[in-house]
C-alpha cells in the first residue's frame, strides 16, 4: 500500500520562542517575589514541574533550509510533511524525518552488458533525479537513494540489451547513431522503476559507450572496412557523373567525334584516374586505337 503525502502545517517557532521566553520570565518573577521569600518548601517544590514542562516543550523547534522537507511521525503515525523553509514548532514527541528534494546526480558504474546483437559493451549512465513525494520515499522504500541506484542500474541494462550498439543491416535506432531516442527511453524506463519511491527523473543520459575490450579491435576493423567502403561508393558515384559531364561536353561543343570504342577507352581511363588510390601517370600515345 502506498503512502500518500500530506502537507503539515507547525506553529511559527518566533512565535513559540516568544512565549516560551515569556514563560521563564513569569516563572522567574514568581520564584523571586512569590516562592523564594515565603520560604515554603512546597511552593518551591511546585516549580519543577512547570520548569520540565518548559524544557520539553522547548525540544519542539527545528528549522528547514530552501528545498528541504521534514516528514513528521507520531508514535509510528505519519502526521504529515512540513515543505515550508524556516524556523518552526512541532510537538517534540514528533519525530522529524528530513529529506531533501533538491537535485541528485547519480554517476553510475560502467557496466558490461549484450546489447541487441549480443555484442558485449561496456556502458555508463548519469541521472537527475529529485524527490518530490516524501512519504512515499521514507515509508514505501527502504532506502530511496540506494533503490534509484539500483532501478537506475537495471533500466539501463534493459536498455542497452533492446538495441544494436552501431546502425547495421536492417537496424533504424542504435545506441551510438540515436543519442536523443536512447536518452528518451532511458529516462522513461528508469521514472517507471522509481516512481514508487516518489522520485522524479529530469535526466537521464548515457555517460559512457564501448565495445568491451574483447571485441573492440575486430569491431574497429569493421567500422574502418565499412568506412572505407561509404568513402569508396562515394567517389565512384562522383567519377561516374564526371565522366558523364564530361562526355555531355565534348558531343555539345563537338570538340571531337568518338565512336562506341573510343568512349569506353575515354571512360575506363578517366574512372581510372578519379578513383585510383596513387596519382596517374600519363602516356602519349602516338599512333590510333585501330593500329
Not at 512565535?15 to 515569556?22: I, K, R
Not at 512547570?50 to 519542539?60: E, K, S
Request: glycine share 8%.
Amino acid at each position: 500500500m502506498q503512502t500518500q503525502e500530506k502537507e503539515s502545517r507547525p506553529l511559527g517557532g518566533w512565535l513559540m520562542l516568544s512565549l516560551l521566553v515569556a514563560a521563564v520570565l513569569g516563572f522567574g518573577a514568581y520564584n523571586y517575589w512569590i516562592a523564594i521569600p515565603t520560604r515554603s518548601p512546597w511552593l518551591i517544590g511546585s516549580g519543577g514541574l512547570p520548569l520540565a514542562l518548559w524544557i520539553f516543550l522547548m525540544c519542539g523547534f527545528f528549522t528547514l533550509q530552501p528545498n528541504m522537507a521534514a516528514v513528521l511521525v507520531l508514535f509510528g503515525k505519519y502526521t504529515g510533511t512540513v515543505q515550508k523553509s524556516g524556523f518552526h514548532w512541532a510537538n517534540p514527541l514528533l519525530i522529524k524525518n528530513k529529506v531533501s528534494q533538491r537535485a541528485h546526480n547519480l554517476n553510475g558504474d560502467k557496466l558490461k552488458v549484450n546489447d541487441l546483437r549480443g555484442n558485449p559493451i561496456e556502458i555508463a549512465v548519469v541521472v537527475v533525479w529529485r524527490v518530490t513525494d516524501t512519504a512515499k520515499a521514507i515509508f514505501d522504500v527502504e532506502d530511496f537513494k540506494d533503490f534509484v541506484n539500483v532501478q537506475s542500474e537495471a533500466a539501463l541494462r534493459h536498455v542497452a540489451m533492446a538495441y544494436p550498439y552501431d546502425i547495421f543491416e536492417g537496424d533504424t535506432i542504435s545506441l551510438r547513431g540515436n543519442v536523443d531516442e536512447i536518452s528518451e527511453a532511458l529516462q522513461k524506463e528508469v521514472q517507471d522503476r522509481v516512481a514508487q519511491a516518489g522520485v522524479l527523473v529530469e535526466e537521464a543520459r548515457i555517460s559512457h559507450l564501448a565495445y568491451a575490450p574483447e571485441i573492440a579491435g575486430a569491431m574497429l576493423q569493421r567500422q574502418q572496412a565499412e568506412a572505407i567502403v561509404a568513402a569508396r561508393t562515394k567517389i565512384v558515384e562522383g567519377a561516374v557523373g564526371m565522366v558523364e559531364l564530361a562526355l555531355r561536353k565534348l558531343e555539345e561543343h563537338k570538340t571531337v567525334d568518338l565512336d562506341e570504342e573510343r568512349k569506353a577507352a575515354m571512360v575506363s581511363n578517366l574512372l581510372v584516374v578519379l578513383c585510383g588510390h596513387s596519382n596517374a601517370q600519363p602516356i602519349i600515345n602516338t599512333g590510333t586505337l585501330y593500329n
